[in-house]
Every structure is written in C-alpha cells, then in structure tokens.
C-alpha cells in the first residue's frame, strides 16, 4: 500500500526566508505526486502536481517541488515567503497511470510565519 | 462558478440521528470522493464512485453510504451517528486519468 511521511509537524520560518517542506512517499511503481494547501477553516487548494517529466514542477503562489526518484521524495520550497502562506501543508499521492483510487494524504505540516 | 460545492457547510447533531451531505461538481470529471478530516487534520479517504460505481471503501462503518444520483452529485449518507464522526468531510472530483483532486469547501460535521 502506498503510504506518505511528511517528518515536520511544525515548521516556523520568518518572513521573507526561504522554505523547504519534506515529503517522503513509498510505493511501487512512479506515482503522481501532489502538494496542496489548506488555510484555517478553508478546503484544500492544489498548489503543484507532479505526473510525469521534468522533475521540477513549477505551482501557484510562488512554489515548487522537485522529485526525486532515488529519494523517493518530493519536498516544496519557495524562496521567500510572506505571512499569508502560513498554513497547514499537506503531500498526496495517486497512483501513476490514472485510476480512481483518490489521494493518499501525509499528515501535513504546520507553517508558521515569524514577522 | 464554484467547481465543488458541499451543502451545508456547518452541521450539528445528536447521536443517533441520521444526516446527509450533498456534493455537486460542474467540471464534468468521472470520478467523485469522500475525504474524512479529524480533529488532528488527518485526511484519509472514504469512498470513490466511478461512472456511478464504487470502486473503493476504505474500511469505513456501513452507516456511511454514499449515493450518487448522476454524475456531477454524490452524496453521502450517515445513519446512527456517533461522536467519533465528528470531523470535517471534503467531497472532492477528478478525471480518473488525472489523478489530481479538486476539493470541494469542506462540511464540518459535530456529534453531540
């Protein structure tokens, strides 16, 4: 089964510092890899996806992630970041090819932005 | 011009009674979700319906039962509630070959 670690649960950065958010997944074969963000009370918005090529996907709101296979990671970084991203960040994994298995969601991580 | 939208957005009930939550989405994708959100922000997925079939139930009690009456609605069924159902529920859309997920706005849901 697939499975996805996100190791911070907590992460505080300062305004206009650079991120760097982890994500681990396991499972067989290449998958399709996800970041999405979640403000307080809100849904969750996709911010980046990853299905297949190039390894370093560009999102929305200034973010990126890189894959890596050998890793077997996914971590979004962004270069300077503003108050407004302070959210809960969560990594998902689908199967790679399609399906309708939904997501596999890792626990999030908790961003914290110090003015 | 909402993708997905979930009726009501906030719900309060007493154990025992039974409860639904709609779902419609106006993307036109195939594939429709039910996600569960606890208390500690963990998403785990509780059903998908595929062309108005189920193709996957994660372990979840038979109270819950989604029902899709076409394919731009489904609809999730909850009979006999109980505290432990307390939690915020996310209908979600996608075209199965695509993977990626819209969310819809989330139903937070309280047991008392």
């Known amino acids: 089964a697939q499975s996805v670690t996100q190791p911070d649960i907590h992460i505080t950065v300062s305004e206009g510092a650079s991120l760097e958010l982890r994500c681990n997944y396991s499972?067989?074969?290449?998958?399709?890899l996800f970041w999405y963000v979640q403000s307080p009370g809100q849904g969750l918005q996709l911010l980046l996806k990853?299905?297949?090529?190039?390894?370093l996907v560009q999102g929305i709101k200034g973010f990126e992630a890189e894959f890596k296979r050998s890793q077997s990671s996914f971590n979004l970084r962004k270069p300077s970041v503003h108050w407004s991203d302070a959210a809960e960040y969560f990594c998902?994994?689908?199967?790679?090819?399609?399906?309708?298995?939904?997501?596999?969601f890792g626990k999030g991580t908790h961003l914290i932005i110090q003015p | 011009d909402t993708a997905v939208s979930q009726t009501p957005k906030y719900l309060v009930t007493q154990m025992g009674n039974d409860k639904s939550i709609k779902c419609e989405q106006n993307?036109?994708?195939?594939?429709m979700y039910w996600y569960k959100q606890d208390s500690k922000k963990f998403l785990k997925i509780m059903f998908s319906?595929?062309?108005?079939?189920?193709?996957i139930n994660e372990t979840v009690p038979n109270r819950f039962s989604p029902k899709s009456p076409d394919k731009a609605h489904l609809n999730l069924h909850i009979n006999s509630l109980e505290l432990g159902d307390s939690a915020v529920y996310f209908c979600?859309?996608?075209?199965?070959?695509?993977?990626?997920?819209?969310f819809g706005p989330g139903t937070r849901l309280t047991v008392t």
């Open positions: 979600a859309s996608s075209q199965s070959r695509q993977g990626k997920g819209y």
């Open positions: 499972y067989g074969a290449t998958p399709y």
């Open positions: 990853y299905f297949s090529g190039d390894t």
């Open positions: 998902a994994v689908a199967p790679g090819g399609g399906g309708a298995d939904g997501l596999t």
């Open positions: 993307l036109g994708h195939d594939t």
């Open positions: 319906y595929n062309n108005k079939e189920l193709i």
